[in-house]
């Protein structure tokens, strides 16, 4: 990894710097800003940029951990508009057009924690990309380099970033918060498993005639699963959802040029028995290839792997920006800590991947299991897997459980 330089400019000083400003990168150098850190944050995007409703039609589904991290990184009071609050969860399993089983799961009132936080908060892309270029600008700890990019070079004691616009860094850790295809992951020479689906995400929003009352709709059916998420509503749409719906490639092509008023009648079929009244898609559709992947490690020498950089899933339970997230909370936590050592001591990185990388891992085996579970029409299947939904329906201990880990707690 290390690569011979001298360098003709003033070599500042930082912490850590992190390469890409998404949401996970973004959200980490804020929150070591707001606990003292002085953070380098490189991306090659005109952030502003991202604020466009075009560039991202997602909603995320933020974890109440996610919430309390962002609230620490001065993030979440920034957030622009109302975010909707997940009140209630509802598995169910069926086929497009037909009543859904009667077997199903339903995480009520009764398994959120009693002081009434909510399973999650959901928040537009756009929102969260907004709330997070203030916090971004607000912190006096963070140098912003974006648009730029930046050469490594990896010594025993330090890492050199050099930009393209001429500036010259030197930090203790670097970290690779790029994506999928993370450049510092490929020259630290990690080795990464890609797990292909075959399958799209379409992605849109649907305006319905009665509310949502602040529930979510998780529906499998054989050609994947089909998410109903609530949204706030504005002054053209009161009630408003957001849809996350996973179909095999070609059928997934077929679906997402549709029409409008057909597109919108295939979004009916599936919303398994839910009495939303009329129901309308609005504004632009997004449609996104689907797959998992994992690195081998997530860290090398003064080097951290944080987000899509260290692991990918699919969809199915709406986790994997709040596994980004998670791995924020762990390395700022150890990095905060370290504050006055060594930051890229080879002990805590270690420390941080055997923090997050079991979780990481069970949590990409479970979607994948209940991706190739849910994701067909056999009828013993069918009937196996109502059955233990149902299960899980009937044991108010394990709901519990199962709901404290989906939020993070």
């Known amino acids: ?11 500042e000083m930082l912490d850590v710097c992190i390469n890409g400003a998404g949401p996970v990168g973004a959200a980490l ?22 604020e466009d409703p075009a560039f991202d039609g997602r909603a995320y589904a933020i974890a109440e951990g996610s919430k309390r991290m962002l609230e620490a990184a001065g993030v979440w009071e920034h957030l622009p508009g109302a975010v909707q609050r997940i009140e209630e969860i509802r598995v169910s399993d069926g086929r497009p057009g037909e009543p859904p089983s009667p077997l199903h799961l339903h995480f009520g009132t009764q398994d959120r924690p009693t002081d009434g936080t909510p399973f999650g908060w959901m928040v537009e892309a756009r929102g969260l990309r907004e709330g997070l270029n203030v916090a971004l600008r607000s912190h006096p700890g963070i140098v912003l380099a974006a648009p730029d990019m930046a050469t490594f070079a990896f010594m025993p004691d330090h890492v050199l970033v050099t930009l393209a616009s001429g500036r010259v860094v030197r930090v203790a850790v670097a970290v690779a918060a790029e994506g999928r295809r993370s450049p510092l992951r490929g020259q630290a020479r990690i080795g990464v498993t890609r797990i292909p689906y075959r399958q799209c995400g379409i992605v ?3 305006a319905h005639e009665k509310p949502h009352d602040g529930v979510a709709l998780e529906h499998f059916l054989p050609q ?39 597109f919108s009648a295939e979004i009916a079929s599936r919303l398994g028995g839910e009495d939303l009244g009329a129901v309308q898609a609005i504004g ?9 992947q994992y690195a081998e490690r997530y860290v090398a020498p003064r080097l951290a792997l944080v987000g899509d950089s260290a692991h990918g899933i699919h ?21 905060i800590e370290a504050r006055g050592g060594d930051l890229g001591d080879p002990a805590l990185l270690r420390r941080y991947q055997r923090r997050v990388r079991p979780g990481n891992m069970a949590m990409l085996a ?3 299991a209940l991706e190739r579970l849910f994701g067909n029409d056999n009828p013993a299947l069918r009937l196996a897997r109502d059955v233990g939904i149902a299960a899980v329906h009937r044991l108010p201990g394990v709901r519990r459980a199962f709901a404290r880990r989906a939020m993070g707690l």
């Open 284 to 292: 632009r559709r997004w449609i996104y290839p689907l797959s998992a």
């Open 204 to 206: 849109a929003t649907i």
């Open 315 to 335: 969809p199915i339970a709406g986790q994997g920006l709040n596994l980004g997230f998670r791995d924020v909370i762990a390395l700022a936590d150890l990095l």
């Open 29 to 50: 150098a804020c929150r070591l800003a707001a606990a003292g850190l002085r953070v380098l944050v490189v991306d090659r995007a005109h952030l502003p940029g991202m």
């Open 1 to 11: 990894m290390n690569q011979p330089f001298a360098p003709t400019m003033p070599v």
């Open 224 to 262: 994947g699963p089909f998410a109903r998420l609530p949204m706030p509503g504005n002054a053209e749409y009161p009630n408003r959802s957001a849809i996350v719906w996973a179909e095999g490639e070609v059928r997934a092509q077929r679906l997402y040029e549709l029409p409008g008023d057909v």
């Open 366 to 368: 479970a979607t994948d």
